[in-house]
């Protein structure tokens, strides 16, 4: 069975998330029925597996990833109204549900290789949503676009790296690290080029090895 996060969260009043943002930025979370949670936007934490989340935190990091990125990863604080929630837990839960699903795995291998992507776009959709609402307590407002795009990419690497479900030549692709367009930031195209030298470091290292 795919492994999928658990989103954990608070009730809370978060200091850092200001009401004047609130009020602009999701003017749809008062409510006349609970105004007493009208400025409760819960933090969202993801907890990983145990054991995939201790494989993932050696100290020289995951495959691709360097452990400053991973730890980069981890630290950033997703601030989401209660109303979005339920759509990333719905993402996730039929990530699982149609992951290598009996009725999607009795064609050819193409057929098959095909139908296994629902699943990937799901949890691809699902970090997407969640890369939306990436907050900045620093500048105590969201995250600028390139943040949030470079997190989106990096967590859903992150997250198939330490899934134990597929090899470690698909992450990059599943995050769609390879799709690159004229307008793709720099920065970005160098921490995918990074990435993927990180990425024949490690498989040369393994050849050794053997």
């Known amino acids: 069975m795919l492994p999928i996060p658990h989103l954990s969260y608070s009730d809370e009043f978060d200091p850092a998330i200001t009401q004047d943002v609130v009020d602009l930025v999701y003017p749809e979370c008062s409510s006349h029925d609970q105004p007493e ?18 494989e993932a935190h050696k100290m020289e990091g995951i495959w691709g990833l360097t452990q400053e990125q991973v730890n980069w990863i981890n630290e950033q604080k997703i601030a989401m109204p209660w109303a979005a929630i339920p759509s990333v837990e719905f993402l ?42 990436l907050y900045d307590t620093i500048t105590m407002n969201w995250a600028d ?8 990419r990096m ?19 599943y995050a769609k690290m390879d799709q690159r ?11 995918y080029e990074g990435i993927r030298a990180r990425e ?8 050794k090895a053997k």
């Open 145 to 152: 676009s390139d943040t949030k795009y470079m997190w989106h």
């Open 37 to 54: 949670r009208r400025y409760r936007i819960p933090v969202v934490t993801l907890e990983f597996p145990k054991a995939q989340r201790v």
């Open 200 to 207: 024949r470091s490690q498989h040369l290292r393994e050849k």
């Open 92 to 133: 996730f839960a039929e990530a699982q549900n149609l992951w290598r699903h009996p009725l999607l795995m009795r064609f050819d291998t193409a057929i098959r290789d095909s139908m296994g992507k629902v699943s990937v776009e799901a949890v691809y959709r699902a970090f997407h949503l969640l890369s939306d609402y």
């Open 155 to 173: 967590i859903t690497y992150y997250y198939w790296m330490i899934s134990g479900e597929v090899g470690s030549g698909l992450p990059y692709f």
């Open 181 to 191: 367009t004229e307008w793709t930031p720099a920065k970005l195209r160098e921490l």
